[in-house]
């Protein structure tokens, strides 16, 4: 069964870190780029970061930046996103995401097939 | 960075009614255009990518059109399951993953 469980949420103060986990089951883990995606309470959903399929290349967004480092282990099937100075507009569920393509390059229409049920991440001062 | 806006915000209708939703581009992006559905408590699922193909296992009253800045989401016949909030995504400029603010679909 093609799956991806996300674990490691909680709730932390401002400034503080915690690593995010995600599992992958079911397909060939270390072919495809992933994907991380949070949602805020109330709001839609925003991309936070991507990784290759072999971890050579690294993608953010402008609000994570410096802050949010992602990597993975393809011995063990699993994607993590080491979060730190955490703000409270970080408050958020976070989902992986695969992409269907193994990078972000020109021409791919990357699209993010499979998704996990994602960890809450609460950040409070 | 690419924008993309979604119109409208929210829709209501009824059990097999027809619904088209909208996604406009800041620029063009050349059928870059992904759809998701995103229901409370559940993982997003993609429904369409590059702008008209159906992902598998997507039933076929999902359809996506469009080109260069404006792209629409059909919906055939809504289904009880089918209220939900979509959201479309441009992969044309990336990083980052621009993601449209949503359209929540509710049951009139």
Known sequence: QVQLVESGGGVVHLGESLRLSCAASGFTFNTY?????????????EWVAAISYDGSNKYYADSVKG?????????????????????????????????QFSDLLPDYINAFDIWGQGTMVTVSS | DIQMTQSPSSLSASV??????????SQSINNFLNWYQHTPGKAPKLLIFA??????????????????????????????????????QQSYSVPPHTFGQGTKLEIK
Not at chain 1, 33 to 45: C, D, E, I, S, Y
Not at chain 2, 16 to 25: K, N, Y
Request: proline share 3%; with cysteine.
């Open chain 1, 67 to 99: 802050r949010f480092t992602i990597s993975r282990d393809n011995s063990k099937n699993t994607l993590f996103l080491q979060t730190s100075s955490l703000r409270a507009d970080d408050t958020a569920m976070f989902y992986c995401a695969r992409d």
């Open chain 2, 16 to 25: 097999g009614d027809r619904v088209t939703l909208t996604c406009r581009a």
């Open chain 1, 33 to 45: 780029a992933f994907h991380w995606v949070r949602q805020a309470p109330g709001k839609g959903l």
């Open chain 2, 51 to 88: 702008a008209f193909s159906l992902q598998s296992g997507v039933p076929s009253r999902f359809s996506g059109s469009g080109s260069g800045t404006e792209y629409t989401l059909t919906i055939n016949s809504l289904q009880p399951d089918d209220f939900a909030t979509y959201y479309c």
